[in-house]
């Protein structure tokens, strides 16, 4: 069965008289189907009179809607959300063939547009939404019967002159339109319902790249939970900081009156308090993801990230009681000023969780499972911690070998490591110049080459550890 025989909400125009555009999600399906940027896109340029929007992902060459190759279509549109993804989208715009108009946005387009410059016409920095007038417009002149050239001149300019949005009032947020059973989100219903952070830690991109937190307003956050097919029970709610959401009770209650389950993608650490668990009990939540990042008040204050272990201690033991069986944390290390009882403390923030689970298993005969992200500190651009230095390569091998020898003897416990090439490579493409872009981006295989290339490991190491 194809993808689109799975799904439900699939948008499929007339091929005739149509200016023909191609979404490119340069990951697979599955990751592009989670992405509310890329059904945002999607179901906004649909909504144009005279313009179609097929759908393209990294592990199928032809269109999601009709199985056309990528060179049939007039506007080619990259969403790139993740850094890693950059050398992706270079491979497939390098075999576009003839004359094209190739956009692209996204979190990591936003974050370094210097390495998609050279191949991309036209970059549409930060939110979808800053840029409707422009993309309408964009589409009037294509349909118009305007030269490429003069589309790319007319269309830079006017995102030059664009402002930030302020704030979110009056805007419909992005949501699920089209429903798979093939991706991490099956059957739920998504709606973002904040952007940025209350929250500013100095190593996160996402908070910083946004500015102040924008919630959306409560009236268009219902009207994106129309419609939704009655297979579909879950509503996901999405943002950095969902719980700070000045109306999240009324949402979560109005969503509980549709007959739907909130939930969470993931929860701020410091929202995770007595005035929330309530909200959190509503949702009969049963995996919960949080990210405490550091272990020491030294270093809460050193990144900014403030939280209390006790009281977090004391809810996650109640949550247990009530049925939650699953926690996923993640944890930075490699961060500036780092010292070694930093890990230590982490391993012992493990350690006490996983006790409160065997209490609570000694009650139920359930013991649940803890799964543990451990991330090396990437400097990420727009940052207080921009400047600094990954971790060493011997370091970062280090303190995983500690944290590795540390824990594998405690049960229902699984610790997964961020790759050190990964480090160094996200590193690398987050500070790349223009000139950087092609020796960067044209290995087919970064990884191998990293290990068999002397001048592209050079490259990466004199970006990550400048000087």
């Known amino acids: 069965m194809s993808s689109m025989q799975r799904e439900t909400g699939t948008i499929k125009k007339n091929w005739a008289k149509s200016v023909k555009t191609a979404l490119v999600f340069p990951n697979n399906y599955s990751v592009a189907m989670s992405s ?10 649909n909504g144009l009179s005279g313009v179609l929007c097929d759908r393209f992902t990294l592990d199928r060459g032809k269109s999601i809607e009709r199985d056309f190759p990528l060179s049939d279509y007039d506007v080619i549109i990259f969403t790139v959300p993740f850094i890693m993804d950059a050398p992706n989208v270079f491979k497939i715009a390098r075999e576009i063939n003839g004359e094209k108009l190739l956009c692209a946005g996204g979190i990591a387009v936003t974050a370094n547009r210097r390495i998609f410059e050279g191949y991309v016409n036209i970059i549409f ?31 830079n300019q006017a995102i030059e002159k664009q402002e930030r949005l302020r704030d979110l009032n009056g805007i419909i947020p992005p949501h699920t339109v089209v429903y798979t059973d093939r991706t991490e989100f099956s059957n739920t219903h998504l709606v973002e319902i904040a952007r940025g952070c209350v929250g500013r830690c100095r190593f996160c991109l996402s908070s910083h790249l946004e ?22 029970h879950t509503v996901g709610l999405v943002g950095d900081a969902v719980l700070s959401h000045p109306d999240i009770d009324e949402i979560v209650n109005s969503i509980i009156q549709k007959g739907k389950r909130p939930a969470f993608a993931s929860i701020r650490i410091q929202d995770l308090n007595h005035r929330n668990y309530d909200l959190i009990i509503k949702s009969d939540i049963k995996t919960l993801t949080i990210a405490p990042e550091v272990a ?25 009681s009530r049925g939650l069986t699953n926690l996923k944390l993640y944890f930075i290390i490699g961060l500036p000023s780092e010292r070694m009882e930093d890990i230590e403390a982490m391993i012992q923030f493990i350690t006490l969780t996983k006790g409160l689970f065997i209490e609570s298993s000694r009650k139920k005969g359930f013991a649940g499972r803890i799964r543990v992200s451990i991330n090396n500190f990437v400097p990420s651009p727009f940052t207080p911690f921009a400047e600094h230095q990954p971790d060493s390569i011997e370091r970062i091998e280090s303190r995983q070998s500690f944290i590795r020898e540390k824990t594998k003897g405690i049960p229902n416990i699984q610790v997964s490591f961020m790759d050190i090439f990964d480090t160094l490579y996200q590193t690398a493409l987050f500070r790349a110049e223009r000139e950087d872009a092609l020796p960067l981006l044209s290995p087919e295989n970064p990884r191998r080459a990293f290990k068999a290339d002397p001048d592209f490991r050079a490259r990466i190491m004199r970006l990550c550890y400048k000087g």
């Open 36 to 45: 509310l940027s890329f059904q945002r896109l999607y179901e906004l340029i």
């Open 125 to 155: 920095p930060h939110s979808i939404e800053e840029h409707t007038a422009v993309i309408y417009k964009m589409f009037e002149l294509l349909k118009m019967g305007a030269k490429i050239s003069e589309v790319i001149e007319h269309i």
């Open 211 to 232: 500015g102040r937190f924008k919630p959306f307003q409560y009236e268009y956050i219902m009207k994106a939970t129309e419609g939704i097919p009655q297979k579909i």
């Open 296 to 320: 020491t008040d030294r270093m809460m204050e050193i990144v900014n990230k403030k939280y209390d272990r006790d009281l977090l201690l004391d809810i996650l033991k109640r949550l247990i």
